[in-house]
């Protein structure tokens, strides 16, 4: 029986939030406006991840599928250093892929749970899950296709998940036209509709506080006190 590996965020007090950090066996989503610091927390958790479990880490490597391009390796060197952790070993056991099309971003999923049979993984990072999606399936009439093919890239997810005790962090994108149609019929949505939001295990939802503050919100749990967490995003990552 595998049993649930907590992943501290940097943050106290987003930890706090989340149980004590975002937790393998399941997927965890953020959403939120540009620069809410989505990526930025996908970076502290390359790092962290890599922590012993003494330290609230993960004691695993770490996989990083990148659809929009915005993983900066010379970002994690500050990070690895304030967790003091050597930074070209932690580059080393992020196993990183660009995503172009939503079927390479499927078929690289594909081939990393061949990866991780053989290798301890305890982190995926999906940054965007869904922005190819939109990119791929651009027509009114191919909505329910498009929903389709995501509902079957976020159960290789699960799978991935359950499968090798790894905690899924996907980032997911707001609407920002409020234009007609389903999905993006209110600017504060997530995009991806009902497939998307029966996906994801926790929900969260980040914006911009003053400066380099953010603040992020639960989003949607039944089971959970709609709290709310404040964080820093700094050079080392994000913290409280
Ligand atoms: P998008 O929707 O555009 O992908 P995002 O939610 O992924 O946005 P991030 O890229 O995580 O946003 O956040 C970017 C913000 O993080 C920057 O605007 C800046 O405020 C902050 N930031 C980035 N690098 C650093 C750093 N080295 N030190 C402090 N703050 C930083
Ligand atoms: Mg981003």
Do not use: W
């Not at 620069?35 to 490597?61: D, E, F, I």
């Not at 005790?165 to 949505?189: E, H, R």
Request: contains cysteine; hydrophobic residues 40%; charged residues 20%.
């Amino acid at each position: 029986r595998k049993s649930v590996v907590r992943i501290t965020t940097g943050s106290q007090a987003l930890d706090e939030l989340l149980g004590g950090g975002i937790e393998t066996l399941s997927i965890t989503e953020a959403f939120g406006e540009f620069r809410s610091g989505k990526t930025q927390l996908a970076h502290t958790l390359c790092v962290s991840t890599q922590l012993p479990l003494s330290m609230r880490g993960g004691n695993g490597k770490v996989a990083y599928i990148d659809t929009e391009g915005t993983f900066r390796p010379d970002r994690i060197v500050p990070i690895a250093e304030r967790f003091g952790l050597d930074a070209g070993a932690v580059l080393d056991n992020i196993i990183y892929a660009r995503a172009y099309t939503y079927e390479h971003q499927y078929n690289l999923l594909l081939g990393l749970a061949a990866k991780m049979s053989e290798e301890p993984f305890r982190l995926l990072i999906v940054d965007s899950v869904i922005a190819l999606f939109r990119v791929d399936f651009t027509g009114r009439g191919e909505l329910a296709e498009r929903q389709q093919k995501l509902a079957q890239m976020l159960s290789r997810l699960t799978k991935i998940a359950e499968e090798f005790n790894v905690a899924v962090y996907m980032t997911n994108q707001v609407i920002a036209d409020p234009g007609g149609g389903v999905f993006i019929s209110d600017p504060k949505k997530p995009a991806g509709g009902h497939v998307l939001a029966h996906a994801a295990t926790i929900r969260l939802m980040f914006r911009k506080g003053k400066g380099e503050q953010r603040i992020c919100k639960v989003f949607d749990a039944p089971n959970l006190p709609e709290n709310e967490a404040v964080f820093q995003i700094t050079p080392g990552g994000i913290s409280d």
